[in-house]
C-alpha cells in the first residue's frame, strides 16, 4: 500500500475559509454541449462562475470570407443548430439588404412560417432539456415527440430534417412540395392542445415550481447592461421583440403578442418561452390562412439559380446558371447589420462588402454569447443546484457561443 | 427597395438623435458620418469613444441603452488598417446606430466601454482575441475562442485561411 506524504494532506483549519475550485463540463450533461464552467465553491454556494469557451470554436468567421455569397448559407446553418432556419434568414435578409433586392411575397411568408415552426423546436428542445435537468423526465419524451413532427416538416420542404438551408438569397430553395400545407396545419390545430399537456406536468407541479421560482434572478438594470438578449430580458420585465419593433420578412403583417414577465427568475422566462409557443403557432396559423399566390424566388437572374426545367430549354438559363456558380455574383459595396429575433434573442448578422463576390467580413451577434455573460451574475451566491436552473433558463446553445 | 446613394452630407443627417446628440457635445468626436440602406454610420475619433459611448447611453431624449454588439474590420493593407464597429440600439425608442472607430496598425489600442456597458466584456475579448486589438481598461483581457498559446490572430487578413500558419 501507498504512503502519501503527510503534507499531501490538507487539514481544514478551524475559522479559515476554504474555496474548492470545482469543474462542471466541458463533458457534463446539464451544460447543453461543450461548456465548460469552472465553480468556486464555498460548500455548496458558489463564490465566483466563470465560463470557459472556445471548444466548438470553428472559425466559421473566416470561412465565410473564403467563399461565394450564396455558399455561406450552409455554414450560417450550423451555427445555431436548434434554430437552422433563424440563422438562414437573418444572414440572407443582409445580403439582400446589400443587394436591394425585392422578395416575393409567398417566399416573405414561407419563411415567417418556417421562422416559427424553427422557434418551436428550439423552445421544445429547451423545455424538455430544462425539464429533465430539474427532474422532470417525461415532458423531454413529450416535447421531443412534438419536435419531430417539425422536423419531419422540415425534411419534406427542404430533404434535411435539421441543416435545413432552405432560404437562399433571393428566396427559397425549392417550392413546398403537395400536401405540404395540410400537414402544417394538422399539426398547428393539434399543438395547442400540447402545450397545455406541457404545461399541465411543469406549470402547477410543486416540485418543478421550488426549483424555478425566485431563482437566479436578474434585475432589469442589469440585464440591460449586461447584454441579455431575447426571453431572458423579457423575463426581466424589458418589452422587446424585434419581430415586432423592427419588423423583418412581412413579420408587420401578423398579430401577435409579446410575453413579457416582471420577476426576473427562472420562472418567469419559463413563463415567457411557453407564451411564446403559442404566440408562434398564432402566427403559423395566420400565415397558413393568408398564404399567398406567385413565385418562391425573386426575378434576379444574376442572383437566384435558374429553374431546372429552364436551363434545358434557355441558352440564358444555361449561362446564368454557369455564371452564378462558377463565379458566383457581386454585390455592391457597403455594410449591412440585420438582426432577427431569433429563439434566444437577437441574432444580428454584420455583412461587409467590397463589391466583390465574396463577403469582405461576416460577423454573427450571437445570441447565446451575450446570454452567457449574465450566468455568472445570476449564479453567484446561489447554490450549486440552482446553476443547473439557470443554465437551462438562458437556453445556451454552445454552436451558436463558440462559432 | 431599390439602393439609393448613401448619404455622408452631416448637415442632412442632423435630425438622427444619435447624430444631433453627438454634435451638441462635441462637434470634433465626430470625424464623418454616413446613412446607407437605411442604417447609420458615424466615425467617432478613437480616443473619445468611451466617452461618445457614455453620452449616447445617457442621452434623455433617446437613450442608446443597448449595446448589442462589437466586432472589428480588419482592412489589410490600407491604412488605418482597424475599424472596431459597434452596433447600440435605444429600446425605448427602437433607434439603432453604428459607430466605428478607426485604428492604425502600428499601435491597434482603444478604450475599452466595459465601463458604460457590462456587456461589452466577451464581445471585447473576441476581438482581442481574433484581430489583435487591445483594449485598455478592460477588466479581463484575455483569449476566448482560441486557445491560451495560439499565435497570430485569425481573423487578420494575412492570417490564412487554410494551410500552415
Known amino acids: 500500500m501507498t504512503q502519501y506524504p503527510a503534507s499531501a494532506v490538507v487539514e481544514p483549519v478551524a475559522g479559515e475559509e476554504k474555496t474548492l475550485i470545482l469543474n462542471m463540463g466541458p463533458q457534463h450533461p446539464s451544460t447543453h454541449g461543450v461548456l465548460r464552467l469552472v465553480l468556486e465553491i464555498d460548500g455548496e454556494t458558489i463564490v465566483r462562475l466563470t465560463p470557459e469557451i472556445g471548444f466548438l470554436h470553428t472559425g466559421i468567421e473566416k470561412t465565410c470570407e473564403a467563399k461565394f455569397y450564396q455558399q455561406v448559407v450552409p455554414l450560417t446553418d450550423r451555427i445555431d443548430y436548434l434554430c437552422p432556419m433563424t440563422n438562414n434568414l437573418a444572414y440572407c435578409l443582409a445580403v439582400e439588404k446589400l443587394l436591394g433586392l425585392e422578395i416575393p411575397p409567398k417566399a416573405q411568408w414561407m419563411r415567417v412560417m418556417m421562422n416559427e415552426l424553427t422557434r418551436i423546436n428550439s423552445h421544445l428542445v429547451w423545455l424538455g432539456t430544462h425539464a429533465m435537468d430539474l427532474g422532470a423526465m417525461t415532458v423531454f419524451l413529450y416535447c421531443f415527440r412534438e419536435r419531430e413532427d417539425i422536423l419531419r416538416l422540415f425534411e419534406m420542404v427542404s430533404g434535411q430534417r435539421m441543416m435545413t438551408s432552405y432560404f437562399r438569397i433571393g428566396g427559397l430553395a425549392l417550392e413546398p412540395p403537395l400536401g405540404f400545407f395540410e400537414k402544417v396545419k394538422s399539426f398547428a390545430d393539434r399543438f395547442p392542445g400540447n402545450v397545455d399537456e406541457y404545461e399541465g406536468l411543469l406549470t402547477g407541479n410543486p416540485i418543478f415550481l421550488m426549483r424555478v421560482k425566485g431563482v437566479a434572478y436578474l434585475s432589469t438594470e442589469d440585464a440591460i447592461a449586461m447584454g441579455a438578449t431575447g426571453p431572458t430580458l423579457r423575463g426581466s420585465g424589458v418589452d422587446i421583440d424585434l419581430r415586432r419593433d423592427a419588423p423583418y420578412s412581412g413579420y408587420e403583417n401578423f398579430k401577435f403578442k409579446v410575453p413579457v414577465s416582471t420577476e426576473g427568475d427562472v420562472w418567469a422566462r419559463y413563463v415567457c418561452r411557453v407564451q411564446e409557443l403559442r404566440e408562434s403557432i398564432g402566427i403559423v396559423q395566420q400565415a397558413l390562412a393568408g398564404m399567398p399566390e406567385g413565385p418562391t424566388k425573386a426575378d434576379a437572374p444574376k442572383v437566384v439559380l435558374p429553374d431546372r426545367e429552364k436551363m434545358k430549354t434557355q441558352m440564358e438559363a444555361l449561362i446564368y446558371h454557369f455564371k452564378i456558380i462558377t463565379e458566383g455574383f457581386t454585390v455592391p459595396a457597403g455594410e449591412v447589420y440585420q438582426a432577427v429575433e431569433s429563439p434566444r434573442g437577437e441574432m444580428g448578422y454584420y455583412v461587409v462588402s467590397d463589391g466583390t463576390a465574396k463577403p469582405y467580413r461576416v460577423h454573427m451577434r450571437a445570441p447565446s454569447y451575450a446570454n452567457l455573460q449574465v450566468l455568472a451574475k445570476m449564479c453567484e451566491g446561489r447554490l450549486i443546484a440552482d446553476v443547473i436552473a439557470a443554465i437551462g433558463s438562458i437556453d445556451v446553445v454552445v454552436g451558436d457561443i463558440d462559432r | ?165
Open chain 2, 1 to 165: 427597395m431599390a439602393l439609393t446613394p448613401a448619404i455622408t452630407d452631416i448637415e442632412q443627417l442632423k435630425s438622427h438623435p444619435a447624430l444631433a446628440r453627438l454634435l451638441e457635445w462635441n462637434t470634433g468626436a465626430l470625424q464623418a458620418a454616413k446613412f446607407d440602406r437605411e442604417e447609420l454610420t458615424l466615425w467617432i475619433e478613437k480616443g473619445l469613444i468611451r466617452e461618445a459611448c457614455a453620452i449616447l447611453r445617457d442621452n434623455p431624449s433617446c437613450p442608446f441603452n443597448y449595446l448589442c454588439d462589437v466586432t472589428a474590420v480588419d482592412w489589410y493593407p490600407s491604412q488605418p488598417r482597424f475599424e472596431v464597429v459597434y452596433h447600440l440600439l435605444s429600446i425605448p425608442k427602437k433607434e439603432r446606430v453604428r459607430l466605428k472607430a478607426r485604428l492604425n496598425d502600428q499601435s491597434p489600442v482603444i478604450e475599452s466601454v466595459t465601463s458604460v456597458w457590462p456587456a461589452a466584456n466577451y464581445f471585447e475579448r473576441e476581438v482581442f482575441d481574433l484581430f489583435g486589438v487591445r483594449f485598455t481598461g478592460h477588466p479581463h483581457l484575455e483569449r476566448i475562442m482560441m486557445p491560451d498559446n495560439w499565435e497570430g490572430h485569425p481573423l487578420r487578413k494575412d492570417y490564412p485561411v487554410e494551410g500552415y500558419r
